[in-house]
């Protein structure tokens, strides 16, 4: 197959993708929305349970599904341009999008996420769709400076932990959420199906600790890499600046918990800022910024 | 630890400008662009070092402090933590019934230590068995790791300390043909760190032989840059074939070459009204955009009056009715060079530093504007002007840089660290016999994973009964 049917193959995969996520997006809405009606009117009526249960279930086959499509449309881009698929934004946000789906289906397996299914869709259909509106680029060989081993390691390693510190951002915003709602007497109808503060706490705590060596390493697989093809190994370019930042405040996060001790509202607080600095480095470093790190923009 | 956590968010606070505005040592040009738009700004943010910040006294100032922080935290718990190796675990608490995990069991006191102690063995825990009970702990490589983070933390900034302070950076430019010989003055622009000697540079040679580009003809996009060199380690051994790319820098030791960016010299020779030769060779120009539309000057003070040509070469020529002419791709497919000749005062003795890129043309008269092609020769009056072919130019950056092995091996060490700390659960169980048998654990941090494994303990010892 030539390149251009890889390259469409691969946008018609994250098309399929998009479609999936939003019928997955329903399917949660209307888990969430008809759970309402079960709380409440299940007593005195015979409504049957399993209706909002078997829309869930659909919403995470779909989010299977949707994973799947957009794994494909991920590799085939590769393939289109005999790379690994991190040339550029568009194709850095595909990534991400699948790094992040992936590690709520990941986590899914363990924990009772399913809630989680919401949010999640709606992340990954908003980034998938800024990906193919605006940022969209041909498929197209690498320039000479991204030729190198290290993109693979750096690249991947930085998506995957922005994934899940993402995800852990998800979580801890969910958390500040329901904080308030049981503060002012209580949780919504549609809340009380989710899982307790304390477990939201602690998950976004081990997302967090569970990622950050990788976020350590792909900032140090960076440095390497920067040493063999920039002439220097730290120099403060905005990307590298950005990115020790976020080292700093996840660095800051786990210290807080771990050894100060701080729980719930503090420590959700502390994780979506640290978390926003990763989001900022992505977004206002690639658009906006100088350096060294432009041709990874638009 | 508190003050080295403020430090480290200072640090990371203290950082963020540096992001926002230019920095003189990555963008000069951006810095003056930044001063000619807002002069009033730019002078108080210049007061505040905004513009070298990494460089900064201020910046140094929390840096050295964290520095000196997280050695007063590291050092002392490093040796508590030696001293704690090899000790045996605390005795074993009077109520059990108040920790994590308590259970009593339903066998007979009788072995119950025996059987304990070989699980506990056997599950790698350290015991410490008394008449009545056993405390065991598991997990001392928690704090291990977490020092060993720590302690590669200030590895790597001494070895980034080191770097500032040993080693030296330095950028040429060369065509091909051109050879270079690693003195200071060889280069355009070198800075030594403050203990480095002229001495301590590698005495290397290196001759350009040969630069290829190639380019996507869809994007124009480069797609590959090869700098073949004979390079001489030290002067005067034999040359040996090396090839130099963007990703893969030439290597002596601490000292790298790296290819960092290339261009078009136009080859020239110009003669005067009498046919005599003033100037012959290649005359570096600088590209401009992707397609390598470059601009240059060629200054010629010994004629007189003084003339100075303001020269653009585009290696593939295109013409468009508003941009007039350019290049539209950057291989040398049917090359252009265009000039335009000017008379009077280059403005060269005035003690200005000029650019050798383009000409002062203020105190000069324009006598004459042309497009030549390859080996086309302009009369413009005052002499005439032969274009006789073009160059290949790179441009090399040398930085020597002895600190940047031990950051290497801090950085591999703190990464071990992490992992270590981060995913070695501590945690210790107890096991009671006065009269009936308790068992209890605890787990530091509430790691998650003690439920399971006292419940494993649990079921060892009321299996023996069954």
Request: no cysteine.
């Given at each position: 197959m030539t390149s251009r049917n890889l390259a469409y193959l691969s946008n018609y995969s994250i098309y399929s993708a998009m479609f999936l996520y939003t019928i997955a997006f329903f399917a949660h809405a209307v888990e969430v929305s008809f759970s309402v009606k079960t709380t409440e009117v299940s007593e005195k009526t015979s409504f049957d349970f399993s209706r909002t249960d078997r829309a869930g279930r659909i919403g995470t086959a779909m989010m299977i599904l949707g994973f799947i499509f957009l794994f494909a449309g991920v590799i085939l881009r590769g393939a289109s341009a005999h790379r690994v698929p991190w040339g550029n934004m568009y194709e850095f946000s595909i990534t991400g999008a699948l790094a992040f789906s992936g590690a709520y289906l990941f986590a899914l397996v363990k924990y009772k996420l399913r809630w989680l299914g919401l949010p999640v869709s709606i992340a990954v259909l908003l980034t998938l769709g800024t990906a193919v509106t605006v940022l969209y680029r041909p498929s197209a060989p690498l320039v000479p400076a991204l030729k190198s081993t290290w993109l693979a390691i750096h690249v991947s390693a930085a998506i995957v932990s922005g994934g899940v510190f993402l995800l852990a951002n998800t979580i801890a915003a969910t958390y500040l959420i329901l904080d308030r709602m049981e503060e002012r007497g209580g949780r919504s109808e549609w809340a009380k199906k989710l899982p307790s503060l304390e477990t939201l706490d602690q998950l976004s705590y081990r997302l967090v600790a569970f990622v950050f060596p990788l976020w350590t390493f792909a900032v140090i697989a960076g440095a390497i890499w920067a040493e063999s093809a920039w002439g220097r190994y730290w120099g403060w370019d905005p990307k590298e600046t950005w990115a020790f930042i976020t080292w700093v405040a996840y660095a800051a996060y786990l210290h807080a918990r771990v050894t100060a001790g701080w729980r719930g509202r503090k420590a959700a607080w502390l994780c979506l800022f640290a978390g926003s600095t990763f989001l900022f480095n992505y977004i206002y470093v690639n658009i906006y910024g100088t350096g060294r790190h432009t041709y990874s923009g638009l | 630890m508190r003050t080295a956590l403020i430090l480290l968010m200072m640090l990371g606070l203290a950082s963020i400008p540096g992001s926002l505005f230019p920095q003189r040592n990555q963008n000069p040009m951006k810095v003056r662009e930044f001063f000619k738009n807002n002069p009033t700004l730019a002078q108080w943010l210049d007061k505040a070092k905004i513009f070298d910040l990494y460089s900064s006294p201020w910046f140094s100032a929390i840096y050295i402090l964290l520095f000196i922080s997280l050695i007063g935290c590291v050092l002392p718990r490093t040796f508590e933590h030696i001293k704690a190796i090899g000790k045996k675990p605390p005795l074993t608490p009077k109520f059990l019934d108040r920790m994590e995990g308590f259970a009593e069991l339903d066998r007979p006191v009788d072995g119950t230590l025996d059987l304990a102690e070989k699980w506990l063995k056997k599950n790698r825990f350290r015991v410490r068995r008394e008449e009545l009970s056993i405390s065991a702990e598991k997990g001392y490589s928690r704090e291990s790791g977490n020092l060993l983070f720590h302690l590669s933390l200030i590895l790597i900034l001494l070895a980034v300390a080191a770097g500032g302070l040993y080693g030296s950076k330095g950028e040429t430019i060369l065509n091909v043909g051109d050879r270079f010989i690693n003195t200071p003055t060889s280069y355009d622009n070198i800075s030594f760190a403050k203990f480095q000697r002229e001495g301590d540079m590698v005495p290397f040679s290196l001759r350009v032989l040969d630069f290829k580009a190639s380019y996507d003809v869809k994007t124009n996009a480069p797609t590959d840059y090869t700098?073949?060199?004979?390079?001489?380690?030290?002067?005067?051994?034999?040359?040996?074939?090396?090839?130099?790319?963007?990703?893969?820098?030439?290597?002596?030791?601490?000292?790298?070459?790296?290819?960092?960016?290339?261009?078009?010299?136009?080859?020239?020779?110009?003669?005067?009204?009498?046919?005599?030769?003033?100037f012959e060779g290649a005359v570096t120009f600088l590209p401009q955009d992707g397609n390598l539309t470059s601009i240059g000057a060629i200054k010629l003070p010994d004629m007189s009056p003084q003339i100075g040509m303001v020269a653009s070469f585009l290696p593939t020529a295109d013409r468009s009715p508003t941009r007039g002419a350019f290049s539209s791709f950057p291989e040398v497919l049917d090359p252009r060079l265009l000039v335009s000749v000017w008379m009077g005062d280059l403005g060269l003795d005035s003690g200005v530093p000029q650019s050798v890129y383009r000409v002062d043309t203020s105190k000069m008269k324009r006598i004459g504007l042309k497009s030549l092609k390859l080996n086309e020769i302009y009369n413009f009056g005052e002499g005439t002007l032969l274009f006789e072919g073009y160059k290949s130019w790179v441009n090399l950056q040398i930085v020597d840089d002895p600190g940047k092995m031990y950051a290497l091996f801090g950085a591999i060490f703190a990464i071990l660290g992490l992992l270590t700390s981060l995913f070695t659960r501590q945690r210790r169980i107890w096991i009671k016999v006065d009269g009936r048998v308790q068992i209890a654990g605890l787990a530091k941090n509430g790691v998650p994973g003690l439920d399971e494994e006292l419940a494993a303990l649990k079921k060892t010892l009321e299996g023996l009964e069954g």
């Open positions: - | 700098l073949q060199v004979a390079a001489a380690n030290p002067i005067g051994s034999k040359e040996v074939l090396k090839t130099i790319k963007v990703n893969s820098p030439l290597t002596y030791g601490n000292t790298k070459i790296y290819l960092q960016a290339n261009g078009y010299s136009p080859v020239v020779a110009i003669r005067d009204k009498s046919g005599k030769l003033i």
